[in-house]
Structure formats: C-alpha cells, structure tokens
C-alpha cells in the first residue's frame, strides 16, 4: 500500500508517505505561511522514495477543523493530485488525527480555533492501529464542534486530554485560567502543545482506504465548522475591555 497524507491544518504543516509498511514524514521548517510548503515537501518525500504520483493508491488531507486558509490549501492539493493521477481520496479530521497521540481510551481532543473559541470532540481510541491496513477500527470521533472556553464542559466519561486548544485562555472573575483548569480532576493531560501530524493519518487512511471509504476528488471539500474567519472590529473592542 502506497499512501501519501497531507496535514495543513495547524502552523506545524507535515506531509507522511507510507510505502509498503514503511512510513517517511517531513514537517515544515516554520515562517508565517507554513502551508506554502507543503507542495515542495511533497516533492521531497516522493523524490526520496523513487515515487511518481500515480504509483500511489490514495491521497488523504486533513478536512479540518483547523485554520481556514491551510485547510483549504491541503484540500486542493490532495484535489490536484488526485485528478492528476486518477487517485481516490480519503479526508480526515484534525481532531481525530490528534487523537491517535493518546493512548487507548476515551480522549478529549481539542484545538486552539483562534478569535477565543476552540475545537473540540471526544473521540474513543479503540487501541494501537499500525499501518499495515488493520480493518480494526482505531478511533472513533463525535460530532466536532467550537465553543468559547468559558461554555466548555469536560464529559464525565474523559480519561485524558490533548492538544494546543487546552492552553486558551478562559476569562473568569477569579482571574486568568486556561482550558485546561477545567478538566475533571479524574482526566490526565497528555500535552497542552500537541498538534495533528501526517504520520497519525497513515494508519487511518489504510483503515479507510481498505474499507472503501476513499472518494473521488470533486467530492472533496474542508470541515470548517464555523463560518467566521475573524472578530469584527467591535468585537475586538469588546474582547479587550472584558480582560
């Protein structure tokens, strides 16, 4: 199985090649458009393993949530290709890419979503899946969803938690708080900086891949969640008083 897999949801882009059983990853080098590099990562990625576009079985791409401009460029990349190559695609969600940095259990995943609101869903790791194309299903993830960190409400049933989006600041009268003060005290935190990464989508884009879930191209479109991509001047304002 021949896989290539493209995160560009978050600043920490990544591209993850799966040949054979053998995965390959390359991670952007930062500057403010890390998404622009995803194309020339692609490159190095097939270059090194003596691979042409059309040698591979399946595009995947991160749908979202995730930044509005990265989602977009990942979408229309693995787009591009596929129709280049006449390749099937398969779209993932950051939040349950995210997820497969937990171990087994129930995880809350949750993302920084910017303009003080996060991205969060809990999603039930169902065990360690390998890149081998396992029908074993790895994860399975809620509804997504975005909400102001003073609204969330950790699920009683939680065993641990991940992601950037626990480190928001909540705004509270006692002082400053972050998401993740209002964790149960039952529910471990994995890591407060983790993003999604490509390498993660391998194991579930051969799950999906094996399971005929994989789609033709112009079926492909971003998870946005919302549809606001930034706080009106007033709400800026508004924002700023309340701290």
């Not at 591979?56 to 290709?81: E, H, K, M, N």
């Not at 609101?117 to 396992?134: K, S, T």
């Not at 699920?155 to 909540?170: K, Q, R």
């Not at 479109?221 to 709400?235: C, G, I, N």
Request: charge should be negative.
């Amino acid at each position: 199985m021949r896989l290539l897999a493209l995160e560009t949801a978050t600043a920490d882009c990544s591209v993850a090649l799966l040949v054979d059983g053998r995965v390959q990853s390359v991670a952007s080098v930062g500057g403010e458009r890390p998404s622009e590099q995803v194309p020339d990562l692609i490159r190095q990625l097939l270059a090194e393993a003596g691979l042409g576009v059309t040698q591979l079985d399946a595009v995947a791409f991160d749908a979202g949530p995730g930044a509005f401009t990265g989602i977009r460029i990942g979408c229309g990349l693995a787009q591009g290709l596929a129709l280049g190559a006449d390749l099937p695609l398969i779209g993932l969600s950051s939040l349950m890419v995210l997820a497969m940095q937990a171990p087994a259990g129930r995880v809350v995943s949750m993302l920084d979503a910017r303009m003080g609101e996060v991205y969060w869903a809990p999603v039930l790791r169902r065990g360690e899946a390998g890149v081998d194309g396992d029908a074993r299903e790895a994860a399975w993830l809620d509804d997504p969803r975005v909400v102001a960190p003073g609204d969330w409400v950790c699920p009683s049933e939680a065993d641990c938690a991940i992601g950037d989006g626990l480190n928001v600041a909540v705004l509270t009268d006692e002082g400053s708080a972050r998401v993740a003060d209002r964790l149960l005290p039952s529910v471990r935190v994995l890591s407060m900086h983790a993003r999604p990464q490509a390498s993660d989508m391998l194991p579930l884009a051969a799950q999906r891949l094996l399971a005929g879930e994989a789609f033709a191209p112009e079926l492909a479109s971003p998870l946005y969640v919302r549809d606001k991509v930034a706080l009106t001047a007033a709400e800026q304002l508004a924002r700023r008083a309340a701290r």
